[in-house]
Structures are given as C-alpha cells and as structure tokens.
C-alpha cells in the first residue's frame, strides 16, 4: 500500500512540476472597477516562485469600491480545473483570503482572467504609509487538489 501511495504522490510532484514549467505569467492590471481606468499594470513573471516580488501600486487604488484584476497566463500542459488561492499578509498575519476559480485551461494555451475584488469597509481601511511595504500578497496556484506553484508580492503604495 506504501509504495502505491509514494509512486502516486512522485506523479502528482511530476505533473505540478511539468504545469509549473510551462506556467508563464505574462502581464496583470488593476483597473478601478468603477471607471474601468488602469492604475497599475506589469509584465513581470509574478508567478516565479522562490523569489519574492515587489510591485508598486498608486495608493489611489485604496480609495476604489472595487479593484478589477486582469491576468493573462499562458500554459503549455492541460489543467482541468485551475484555480487559486490568495492571502493578504499584513506583518505575516492573514488580513483578507480569496478563492478564485478558472477552470480548464487547454494545453498550449494563452488566457485572459479578470476578477472582481470588493473593497473592504473605509471603516476598517488602514492607509496607505501603515500599508506599504508591510503587505504581501501570497498566491497558491492549483490544478484541482494540485497545488501546482506559489508566489508571494510585496506591495508598495506610491
């Protein structure tokens, strides 16, 4: 039985690292959800683990109602149910989680995701000097069960 199992798990670790190695994470914005405006954008790799990332986002995005995220991601392997799962550290503690699903993405593929992120209550808002560089948005991306890659970005209001 021990071996079915390690033989199965030692599949699983082949099939992430082949998805992870044909993951490309190839541009993102940030639009006010409202106006539809960019206020940020980049065409780093954000999703390259082992590395944490630094982004540098206008403080004006914390005074939106809403913050629209665009992806484009291209992949080489098929995922059938690709999602992810985003935590919002501030000083290491979990502020906020999100559960975001994509679902099939066809091998040899390049997509647009865009979501919608509601804005926690002004009440509860901290600003934006308290925020910067203190927060890190940590990614797990997943096929499924698959926990496929991580990525954390530390974010700096200007």
């Known amino acids: 039985h021990t071996s079915s199992t390690t033989a199965e798990q030692a599949m699983a670790e082949d099939r992430a690292e082949k998805i992870r190695q044909g993951f490309k994470l190839v541009s993102m914005n940030l639009r006010d959800a409202d106006s539809g405006k960019i206020l940020w954008q980049d065409s780093e790799d954000l999703s390259a683990p082992d590395v944490e990332h630094e982004a ?28 992810l799962e985003q935590r919002v550290l ?31 209550p002004e009440s509860q808002m901290m600003p934006a000097s308290v925020l910067t560089g203190n927060v890190v948005i940590e990614t797990l991306f997943y096929d499924g069960d698959l926990l496929v890659n991580s990525s954390k970005v530390r974010i700096f209001y200007v």
Request: with cysteine; hydrophobic share 40%; aromatic share 16%.
């Open 56 to 83: 540098r986002v206008p403080k004006k995005i914390l005074k939106c109602r809403a913050v629209s995220r665009e992806v484009n991601f291209s992949s080489k392997e098929e995922m059938t149910d690709f999602r």
């Open 90 to 120: 501030f000083k290491g503690k979990v502020l906020e989680e999100w559960f975001f699903s994509f679902g099939f993405v066809v091998p040899n593929s390049t997509n647009s995701w865009q979501s919608t992120l509601e804005a926690a």
